[in-house]
């Protein structure tokens, strides 16, 4: 296999989601809707008023053709005419507000899912959720969601209105005549076969369809996202084919999908043309030998129509149903997903945090790297105000101790301090709270400059934003902008500088004023002059914090209070834990000395 295929199978492969039936679809997601229960119900007592004018409207359609088109007693027609059309807008009326109650029934349920997912996607640390496709994530939140909308809500409005025309109409037909109505009924054994066997094939179809659909959102989202890379490499022909090839597999699974689908309601209108041809006959019969009207024959007929549109729309269901099923069971898996790092039983909050950090022997691993530990035996112990450099070659942990600092991983041994506390036992959120990451790649939204700088502190004032600014270097090109501080500055600072977009991000650490600071490879990525002009500001900031500079450059790395070097790692040695000796480096005070009080 070459190269580019194996690229190709990689991105098309998406886990399979645990199957889920309808029903349990239903009862998963109940609790969206619960919130507007009480309007579902309403648009239930709509629809059975409803259904029940459009029985008396067809009922007064007899009685005009019973009692004064065949006796020709034309002086009642304008009476009876006249309660039709009042029957008519009174059901034109019902059926607007009970469309719009269910449709805004359905749309407040896809806020609150939609909202609630996304919610529980921010739990997760960045580590864990990076681990799945963004694309496929993107495809679960909304074409998956919105198909669980018609199965909970919507869904459930067309099958209750489905089956209250449905009882209503029978009624009324054995009621006009029961020989006709048994006669009609004869194929209902045929339909629920039928939608038994096409409901669970169209669920497995659409499986595949929502898995695909994923697929190919994610080979879009990567390919569009690294198209830098791809016009660099002249690698524009192999995405296009990456994406068709991914594009293909869905519409063959589409295909599929649609002949099942199809086929389903083209054997019930046969079914239903052999039915109603045989209740026409039946009815021809009774008419001859007086036993029924030509009026109650008509109404029947009509009642047989009004009959199949709900039959129709629950066989219509049944593939729709299937799809939403779909869709549902990779909104759960997403619901699923748990988080590694977690609040202990009673947590307290870390509060007044003067900025000790100690380290003891601390080891950790990621758990999709099973027998690969990534720090092991690390110590030292940092006093509030103090700035230590942590340095070490690619692949030595340095970044993975950021990630502890401020608890997007736990560690696997050891402690890790604030303060004299373990970290483990404080709520995640209050250690955030206290420590500040700047993290290497420089990470701003699609919004204003003052926006980006106040996302710590979002009740920030203008004062103090511009303050922060001020010692970031940033205020002087954030005012050459075209709109100054409420400039938007595209995704990611598309609209800045590689040296202004750190800068913003510094700023925004400015705001934010904690007592703990993580710079993790500050000056990375950045050319000479960018790093010079952000250096005076990294200086400011570190002043009278307790930070850990994570660094390669080793001039950044001489005006930290003491250094710690991390060793490098043998990938082919990586699961056997070195011994603490060989772990722990000595921390290097700036003239080479172990500091005063080791923290070795």
């Known amino acids: 296999m070459y190269a580019s295929d194996r690229l190709s199978v990689e991105t098309s492969s998406v886990a399979l989601a645990p199957v889920v039936t309808p029903a349990a679809a239903i009862r998963r997601f109940w609790p969206w809707v619960r919130p507007d229960a009480r309007w579902l119900l ?17 009922w007064l359609f007899k009685n005009l053709i ?56 921010h739990t997760i640390p960045p580590d864990a959720l990076r681990a799945r496709r963004h694309g496929d994530v993107m495809a679960r939140l909304t074409s998956d969601i919105a198909a669980i909308e018609h199965l909970v809500a919507s869904g459930v409005i067309e099958a209750a209105s489905a089956t209250i025309s449905l009882v209503f ?11 006709l109505a048994l006669m009609a009924f004869a194929a209902a054994p045929v339909f629920a076969v039928a939608a038994r066997l096409f409901s669970n094939r169209i669920q497995t179809l659409s499986r595949e369809v929502r898995r695909r659909e994923g697929s190919l959102t994610a ?15 002249n690698q524009q022909a192999r995405e296009v084919a990456r994406v068709r090839r991914e594009g293909e597999e869905l519409v063959r699974a589409e295909l599929h999908t649609a002949r099942v689908a199809y ?62 099923s779909a869709g549902a069971e990779r909104v759960i898996e997403l619901l699923g997903m748990r988080s590694p790092v977690r609040d202990r039983p009673g947590a307290r909050d870390l ?84 420590v500040t990451l700047l993290s290497q790649q420089t990470q701003l939204f699609h919004a204003t400059v003052r926006d980006n700088i106040a996302y ?53 650490a400015f705001l934010r004023a904690t007592p703990v600071l993580i710079l993790d490879e500050p000056t990375a990525g950045l050319d000479a002059r960018a790093a010079r002009n952000v250096f005076d500001p990294l200086r400011r900031l570190m002043a009278g914090r307790t930070t850990i500079l994570i660094t390669h450059d080793q001039a950044l790395a001489q005006h930290a209070d003491a250094v710690h070097v991390l060793p490098g790692r043998d990938t082919a040695t990586d699961a056997e834990d ?17 500091p005063a009080g080791s923290r070795t």
């Open 169 to 179: 109409f029978t009624a009324a037909a054995f009621y006009l005549s029961w020989p």
């Open 263 to 324: 086929l389903y309601p083209a054997l019930l209108n046969v079914v239903e043309v052999m039915g109603g041809l045989a209740v026409i006959g039946l009815g021809a019969y009774e008419l001859t030998r007086n036993a029924l009207t030509l009026g109650g024959l008509l109404a029947f007929a009509a009642f047989m129509a009004q009959l199949f549109g709900p039959i129709h729309q629950l066989s219509g269901l049944v593939t729709e149903l299937g799809a939403a």
């Open 578 to 594: 070195a011994s603490p000796e060989s772990t722990r480096s000595p921390v290097m005070s700036k003239a080479g000395a172990p």
């Open 66 to 121: 019973d009692e004064v088109l065949a006796p020709r007693h034309f002086a009642a027609f304008w009476p009876l005419a006249g309660l039709i059309v009042g029957m008519a807008l009174v059901a034109a009326l019902i059926a607007f507000a009970g469309g719009y109650t269910a449709t805004w029934v359905a749309e407040r349920f896809l806020q609150r899912l939609r909202t609630s997912v996304v919610a529980h996607l």
């Open 351 to 434: 509060t007044e945090v003067r900025g000790l950090v100690e380290c003891e022997d601390l080891g950790a691993a990621y758990p999709n790297r099973p027998g690969r530990t990534v720090l092991s035996g690390v110590t030292f112990a940092v006093a509030p105000g103090e700035v230590l450099a942590v340095m070490g070659p690619s692949g030595s942990g340095k970044s993975t101790l950021a990630k502890l600092m401020v608890r997007f991983m736990d560690p696997t041994a050891g402690t890790l301090r604030l303060d004299g506390t373990d970290i483990r036992d404080v709520t995640a959120a209050s250690v955030r709270q206290s």
């Open 456 to 508: 710590g502190r979002p009740k920030a004032t203008m004062a103090e934003i511009v303050q922060a600014a001020e010692q970031a270097d940033a205020h002087q090109f954030i005012t050459a902008l075209p709109d100054g501080y409420e400039t938007v500055i595209g995704e990611n600072g598309l609209q800045l500088s590689g040296g202004q977009s750190r800068r913003i991000a510094i700023a925004r």
């Open 42 to 58: 309403f648009a239930g007592f709509l629809l059975i008023i409803g259904t029940a004018g459009e029985v008396a409207s067809v």
């Open 219 to 233: 080979v879009v989202e990567e390919s569009l996202a690294n198209s830098s890379l791809t016009h660099a490499y």
